[in-house]
């Protein structure tokens, strides 16, 4: 194992050599130095997980090398040695960046105390920025998975949009990956060292929605045993992801309006606004703008969160995309080698996907765990893709060697599907698996009457 690498500066010969004895015996690799022009010289040629260094030299004081080390790497602990004259001028050094500051004179163990505690708190600094470093990654629109041109284009105002601070209003139906969106714009903004605070307001009882989201003062109602900071409150610096807003109730929707116009958010028993710094992103498996003009969403909220709209559109409506997910999830969940045959993905292909990606990525967890071998059959998925294959085969067969128009096919799907099912729309689309909107708009498309 690696031994961590001190860089020691002290213009006391005597001094230094004793605490170069005391670091190296716990077990420290220590370059020391006998100036700060000396010592800034090493650390700019190595690398170094902390400095110690004296803070009255002749030449360049300590305070020097603290500024030059701290320009250099803003998170390297700076240990500063200062006599008991010179107190003031180490918490003056405290305040410029330095970790922590002995005094003269001092025992081995503390020295070797102080220095663990630095090492460590340096430790948990990298742990935060490689995790920071993966959370992009993860959340990253790379993320997101597909080639076609629906969600290319979506991933493309979404890039641009992440730049600002607009509030954006996520749509699609579940399973889409809205939030998966919502992740991505927090962590390609300017915002992505702030927090992401989520919020499932169809998941959050009525009575207590309007405390999750604004906070409570202590005794407000039966219950409140002390404050609470509403999810505004602990967003601050971040990003509000509003999930499923069009399920909140008329009168939040009117608060929530308020303290998006406001900047500030009116705690339930309070008596003063708390203001907060927040962008707002919203979601949303609902037909929103026929919410509005059916009175159940209000108008002038839709307006506030939609000053950018990205609607994430269904599986269905990007097949070319399944492969892709498909080796994707593949990789995700596989212990060996594992393929789909020809069969298996033709039927995954033309299936309807209710449940989009999210059915897909249980659909294909499901098969590596059923598999007989690396090769995933119409053996390992469930009966409705055998079903799905059979009537793909069947249309297959009779494919006109001089080509076919595929809209005109679509178009007479639909009307044989209406007349199988004398015309309930409903049972239709159950039939073409899809839902009732896609086939009412594919309808409109066609001049189905």
Same mark, same amino acid.
């Given at each position: 194992?690696?031994?961590?690498?001190?860089?020691?500066?002290? /213009?006391? /010969?005597?001094?230094?050599?004793?605490?170069?004895?005391?670091?190296?015996?716990?077990?420290?690799?220590? #370059?020391?130095?006998?100036?700060?022009?000396?010592?800034?010289?090493?650390?700019?040629?190595?690398?170094?997980?902390?400095?110690?260094?004296?803070?009255?030299?002749?030449?360049?004081?300590?305070?020097?090398?603290?500024?030059?080390? +701290? !320009?250099?790497?803003?998170?390297?602990?700076? $240990?500063?040695?200062?006599?008991?004259?010179?107190?003031?001028?180490?918490?003056?050094?405290?305040?410029?960046?330095?970790? /922590?500051?002995?005094?003269?004179?001092?025992?081995?163990?503390?020295?070797?105390?102080?220095?663990?505690?630095?090492?460590?708190?340096?430790?948990?600094?990298?742990?935060?920025?490689?995790?920071?470093?993966?959370? %992009?990654?993860?959340?990253?629109? /790379? =993320?997101?998975?597909?080639?076609?041109?629906?969600?290319?284009?979506?991933?493309?105002?979404?890039? !641009?949009?992440?730049?600002?601070?607009?509030?954006?209003?996520?749509?699609?139906?579940?399973?889409?990956?809205?939030?998966?969106?919502?992740?991505?714009? #927090?962590?390609?903004?300017?915002?992505?060292?702030?927090?992401?605070?989520?919020?499932?307001?169809?998941?959050?009882?009525?009575?207590?929605?309007?405390?999750?989201?604004?906070?409570?003062?202590?005794?407000?109602?039966?219950?409140?045993?002390?404050?609470?900071?509403?999810?505004?409150?602990?967003?601050?610096?971040?990003?509000?992801?509003?999930?499923? $807003?069009?399920?909140?109730?008329?009168?939040?929707?009117?608060?929530?309006?308020?303290?998006?116009?406001? %900047?500030?958010?009116?705690?339930?028993?309070?008596? !003063?606004?708390?203001?907060?710094?927040?962008?707002?992103?919203?979601?949303?498996?609902?037909? $929103?703008?026929?919410?509005?003009?059916?009175?159940?969403?209000?108008?002038?909220?839709?307006?506030?969160?939609?000053?950018?709209?990205?609607?994430?559109?269904?599986?269905?409506? +990007?097949?070319?995309?399944?492969?892709?997910?498909?080796? #994707?999830?593949?990789?995700?969940?596989?212990?060996?080698? $594992?393929?789909?045959?020809?069969?298996?993905?033709?039927?995954?292909?033309?299936?309807?996907?209710?449940?989009?990606? !999210?059915?897909?990525?249980?659909?294909?967890?499901?098969?590596?765990?059923?598999? +007989? =071998?690396?090769?995933?059959?119409?053996?390992?998925?469930?009966?409705?893709?055998?079903?799905?294959?059979?009537?793909?085969?069947?249309?297959?067969?009779?494919?006109?060697?001089?080509?076919?128009?595929?809209?005109?096919?679509?178009?007479?799907?639909?009307?044989?599907?209406?007349?199988? #099912?004398?015309?309930?729309?409903?049972?239709?689309?159950?039939?073409?698996?899809?839902?009732?909107?896609?086939?009412?708009?594919?309808?409109?498309?066609?001049?189905?009457?």
């Amino acid at each position: 194992m690696k031994k961590p690498s001190i860089l020691l500066i002290d /213009d006391d /010969d005597s001094l230094r050599r004793v605490m170069e004895f005391s670091l190296a015996e716990a077990g420290y690799a220590v #370059h020391t130095a006998a100036g700060g022009e000396e010592g800034l010289r090493l650390f700019e040629k190595g690398s170094f997980d902390a400095v110690i260094t004296d803070i009255t030299m002749p030449g360049m004081s300590g305070m020097e090398v603290l500024k030059n080390v +701290r !320009r250099s790497d803003g998170h390297l602990p700076v $240990i500063i040695i200062t006599a008991y004259g010179t107190i003031e001028s180490a918490v003056e050094a405290m305040k410029q960046g330095a970790f /922590d500051y002995i005094t003269k004179p001092f025992n081995r163990d503390e020295l070797r105390l102080t220095l663990e505690k630095a090492l460590r708190m340096r430790g948990l600094e990298r742990e935060n920025v490689e995790l920071r470093a993966q959370i %992009r990654d993860k959340y990253s629109f /790379d =993320g997101i998975i597909g080639t076609s041109d629906k969600i290319r284009d979506v991933l493309d105002t979404a890039g !641009r949009v992440a730049a600002s601070d607009a509030t954006v209003l996520i749509t699609g139906e579940s399973g889409t990956g809205k939030e998966l969106l919502a992740k991505g714009i #927090h962590y390609n903004s300017r915002r992505a060292e702030g927090p992401l605070v989520a919020v499932n307001c169809a998941a959050i009882p009525e009575n207590l929605i309007e405390s999750e989201l604004f906070g409570h003062v202590k005794g407000a109602f039966t219950g409140a045993v002390r404050d609470k900071e509403g999810k505004f409150e602990l967003a601050d610096g971040g990003t509000l992801l509003l999930d499923e $807003i069009a399920e909140l109730r008329s009168d939040l929707q009117a608060k929530i309006l308020r303290a998006l116009q406001e %900047r500030e958010a009116d705690r339930v028993g309070g008596s !003063r606004p708390v203001p907060f710094n927040v962008r707002v992103l919203a979601a949303t498996n609902r037909d $929103i703008e026929r919410a509005v003009k059916e009175g159940a969403f209000r108008e002038d909220l839709y307006y506030r969160l939609s000053v950018i709209t990205l609607h994430m559109p269904p599986l269905r409506e +990007r097949r070319d995309d399944i492969p892709l997910l498909v080796d #994707h999830f593949l990789r995700k969940y596989k212990t060996a080698d $594992i393929a789909v045959d020809p069969g298996a993905l033709a039927a995954l292909t033309a299936y309807g996907w209710p449940g989009n990606v !999210r059915e897909l990525e249980n659909v294909i967890e499901r098969a590596t765990v059923l598999r +007989r =071998g690396n090769l995933i059959t119409l053996a390992e998925l469930p009966d409705k893709f055998r079903k799905t294959a059979m009537g793909v085969d069947d249309i297959i067969l009779n494919l006109p060697d001089d080509g076919i128009s595929l809209e005109e096919l679509e178009k007479n799907l639909i009307i044989k599907a209406l007349e199988r #099912h004398k015309g309930n729309q409903t049972r239709a689309a159950e039939y073409l698996r899809i839902t009732r909107p896609t086939l009412i708009y594919r309808m409109e498309k066609y001049g189905i009457k």
